[in-house]
């Protein structure tokens, strides 16, 4: 789900000119680890669980919740819990991941049609320094032409980083590991040992090998030595271990700060005095705030980066320019709000 209704305009690649989603690519590509398709991912946040005994794929309304999703900053869907599988998508026909280029050779991103889960989109970043590319954030759903695709924007390399946000976009991040034997997946120390669902199976794909999931608890954390310009940011705020991305100028929020339609307008030029461009929330589907000292910590990190671009978690919600004024002025805005509360 987004939380705003915009229409920003896009309506994905030609269906006529599609063809039916596979998976016998994303399985040899798994080799060992192929029964990952078959793990049950919930409905709603799209989060993979490894309690295969628990589930109950069939079900109206599944005895056994999703940890993410009983969590008072996600919700149990209105029609009950449900549980499906990467398999069940795959064969079912109706999803497909569509991708679309940001800047020229650069800059990519993809999300899943019809949305699924909680709707988030993903990035893919070019380095000339990387030995393939790096990912910001995840979706469920990969299939053959997500894999080819992948393999055509990195010329063959594939994916060499996958930097998360916070849990809500976990997702099957584990199948990715195992889809793409090279990356390495980043995710916050304090989050991943209270939220992951996947360490097992973690462990397992890792297992005797050079470590391939690196924990994040710095406020500033470089991807690779030799990617400067790639560079995580630990702000905390809707989950303690929240993550931002900072790549040359542009800064990957997902919602750990998240975009508002009056930052959309004429987003490329400064923002009007007075008017937010993005808000701070504990909990977005459910709109509880943060504090006013919590949006401030939140903040501090970011006032020793400087940056141009915003993109956040869902399609089209991007600021073009003067983001971080516009995001340190919308701290200012909501701080003296709430403090006449």
């Not at 959309?264 to 509880?288: C, E, G, H, M």
């Amino acid at each position: 789900m987004t939380y705003f209704n915009l229409d920003v305009g896009k309506t994905g690649s030609s269906e006529q000119s599609r063809p039916a989603p596979s998976s016998a690519l994303l399985i040899a590509r798994l080799g060992e680890a192929a029964s990952e398709v078959t793990l049950p991912l919930c409905a709603t946040c799209s989060t993979q669980t490894s309690q295969v005994d628990k589930v109950d794929l069939d079900s109206q309304d599944a005895p056994f919740k999703c940890p993410i999703c009983l969590d008072p900053r996600q919700y149990i869907g209105i029609k009950g819990q449900k549980w499906t599988t990467l398999e069940r998508l795959i064969e079912r026909g109706e999803l497909r991941n569509d991708f679309e280029q940001v800047m020229p050779d650069q800059l990519w991103t993809f999300k899943t049609r019809p949305s699924f889960g909680i709707g988030q989109r993903a990035f893919l970043m070019k380095d000339e320094k990387s030995e393939g590319l790096i990912m910001w954030d995840c979706v469920a759903y990969i299939d053959d032409a997500t894999l080819k695709e992948i393999d055509a924007i990195s010329q063959g390399k594939g994916l060499a980083h996958m930097i998360i946000s916070h849990p809500h976009y976990y997702s099957t991040t584990a199948t990715w590991l195992a889809a793409f034997p090279k990356m390495k997946l980043w995710l916050a120390g304090v989050d991943f040992r209270e939220w992951y669902q996947r360490q097992d199976t973690i462990k397992s794909v890792t297992a005797g090998k050079q470590p391939r999931v690196e924990l994040v608890d710095e406020e500033q954390t470089y991807v690779a030595p030799s990617l400067s310009s790639a560079k995580i940011l630990l702000l905390g705020g809707h989950f303690p271990g929240s993550l931002v991305l900072l790549w040359k100028d542009c800064l990957f929020i997902a919602d750990t700060i998240q975009v508002v339609p009056s930052g959309l307008y004429k987003s490329d030029q400064p923002q009007r005095p007075n008017v937010a461009s993005v808000t701070f929330l504990w909990s977005y589907p459910n709109q509880i705030p943060l504090s006013a000292t919590e949006i401030q910590r939140v903040c501090r990190p970011l006032e020793k980066v400087q940056f141009d671009k915003a993109f956040g978690a869902f399609e089209g919600f991007d600021i073009w320019g003067h983001a971080r004024d516009k995001i340190l002025q919308s701290r200012d805005i909501f701080c003296r709000r709430l403090a006449t509360t």
